[in-house]
């Protein structure tokens, strides 16, 4: 009896030990790390105009104009030629609702999907339907992705100066200034927020 209760007493005393490195040292360390380092990705990400919150670099949105009868809840949404679009998003980029459309590449409601975002993309942006993106009609894994392809965001640039009275040139700038490299320098393609670089045109005068 005297081993069995000292084996007991010696199991609590390490899981009282490893509970206070493991389930509060540790935590606490490198949340004030995150904190002191890198508070605002710690934080989400988030993106503040006039000390108003109203976005997060991390998570796309939509940038629509406003409903012309906001109490019709079919009515379709028209996205605004003064901003760039992101990639379409299989939960409207509802936040609570993560996920992709789980449809495979065959599947026909999904071929017919993107058949019509192709057509409605190339009118939107005045292009050949064969000149439209992949990425332009289709969404990703995740449907909350504020990332386009640096050929999507230049397929939208004229039409977007063309929106906001602004040069070609001025607008490529801005793309430019949100496009980010391959990650580590070989990993993946150059992107471009979607939600910052409409954030930079919205401060545009």
């Known amino acids: 009896m005297l081993t069995l209760l000292r084996n007991h007493l010696a199991a609590l005393r ?8 493991c389930g509060l040292a540790y935590p ?7 904190q002191t380092a890198f508070s605002g990705q710690a934080n989400g990400s988030l993106l503040k105009e006039n000390g108003r919150t109203v976005g997060s670099s991390l998570i796309g949105q939509s940038f629509d104009l ?10 379709a949404a028209r996205p605004d030629p003064r901003f760039f679009q992101p990639r379409p998003s299989a939960s409207d980029y509802d936040m ?3 996920g992709a459309s789980n449809l495979g590449p ?26 439209v993106p992949a990425d332009a009609v289709t969404a990703s894994g995740s449907g909350l992705d504020p990332d386009i392809s640096t050929a999507y965001a230049a397929e939208q640039v004229a039409r977007v100066a063309q929106a906001r009275g602004l040069t070609t040139a001025r607008v490529r700038g801005l793309v430019s200034d949100n496009t980010h490299g391959r990650a580590a320098g070989f990993l993946g393609n150059s992107y471009v927020d979607v939600v910052t670089l409409n954030l930079d045109l919205a401060k545009i005068k």
Not at 28 to 34: E, K, S
Not at 66 to 75: G, L, Q
Request: no cysteine; hydrophobic share 50%; aromatic share 4%.
């Open 14 to 21: 390490m899981l009282l030990v490893f509970t206070v490195i």
């Open 28 to 34: 606490l360390v490198i949340t004030g790390i995150a």
């Open 66 to 75: 406003p409903k012309k009868n906001p109490d019709d809840p079919n009515e």
């Open 96 to 98: 609570l609702a993560s």
């Open 106 to 131: 065959n599947d026909p409601g999904l071929v017919k999907a993107i058949k019509e975002r192709r057509t409605a993309v190339a009118a939107f942006d005045h292009v050949a339907p064969a000149d």
